[in-house]
């Protein structure tokens, strides 16, 4: 069974410092990865996505993700933090590769950035 | 170009009523996708149609809740008999759907934020 685990409910950085949000999957085989964002009340907005292609993904807002298999990580970084990136973000595996079907959501990171 | 369209955008109800949530899905996309998130979590897949047929339903609860996506109009998710249980964000998404290759994207709207009084 297809799972994703994000290892932090919730992150604090300063403005301009570097932001590390954790996460997870397990998967039978090759997955597709995807980093989604949710600003309050609004709707999801994708970042980026892993289709196994090159294994570091460069998404929107300078944000990127690196698919580490030997690890079963796909964790989202970006250099500096800016206050528009507070917001939940959500690391979500699609078990059905090549195929569309449903998705699975970690449990999300809320991520605050402090002036 | 219009994305994913959700009506209404809030929506509230008494325990026993009947709540419609409306999917307009991008233009030109065929597949749709409705899922839930309750408070504090993260969103768990629904029901995953294209037109007219449903193509997994496994996260639907087996009572009061069904989906629909027509020939022709938006996709329905409706819920009977509403519980208080049932307050919640429903999310739908959209996939163009047909393409060999990566895996597809899905689009999200908005949003319906359904309370049950």
């Known amino acids: 069974a297809q799972s994703v685990t994000q290892l932090d409910s919730h992150v604090s950085v300063s403005e301009g410092t570097p932001v590390l949000l954790r996460c997870n999957y397990s998967?039978?085989?090759?997955?597709?990865l995807f980093w989604y964002v949710q600003h309050p009340n609004k709707g999801l907005q994708l970042l980026l996505k892993?289709?196994?292609?090159?294994?570091l993904v460069k998404g929107i807002n300078g944000f990127e993700a690196e698919f580490k298999k030997s690890e079963t990580s796909f964790h989202l970084t970006k250099p500096s933090a800016h206050m528009s990136d507070a917001a939940e973000y959500f690391c979500?595996?699609?078990?059905?590769?090549?195929?569309?079907?449903?998705?699975?959501f970690g449990q999300g990171t809320e991520l605050s950035v402090k002036p | 170009n219009a994305g994913v369209m959700q009506n209404p955008r809030h929506l509230v109800r008494r325990r026993g009523q009947e709540a419609r949530l409306r999917c307009s899905p991008m233009?030109?996309?065929?597949?749709v996708y409705w899922y839930r998130q309750l408070p504090e979590e993260g969103l768990k897949f629904m029901v995953y149609l294209q037109k007219e047929n449903i193509i997994d339903e496994s996260g639907m609860p087996k009572e009061r809740f069904s989906a629909e996506f027509p020939k022709e109009g938006p996709s329905i998710l409706r819920i009977q008999q509403v519980v208080r249980g049932d307050s919640a964000a429903y999310f739908c998404?959209?996939?163009?759907?047909?393409?060999?290759?990566?895996?597809?994207?899905?689009?999200f709207g908005p949003g319906t934020r359904l309370l049950v009084l």
């Open positions: 892993y289709t196994s292609a090159a294994t």
């Open positions: 998404a959209s996939s163009p759907g047909g393409l060999a290759g990566a895996q597809e994207t899905q689009y």
């Open positions: 233009k030109g996309h065929s597949h």
């Open positions: 979500v595996v699609s078990p059905f590769y090549n195929q569309g079907g449903k998705l699975i």
């Open positions: 998967s039978s085989y090759s997955p597709s």
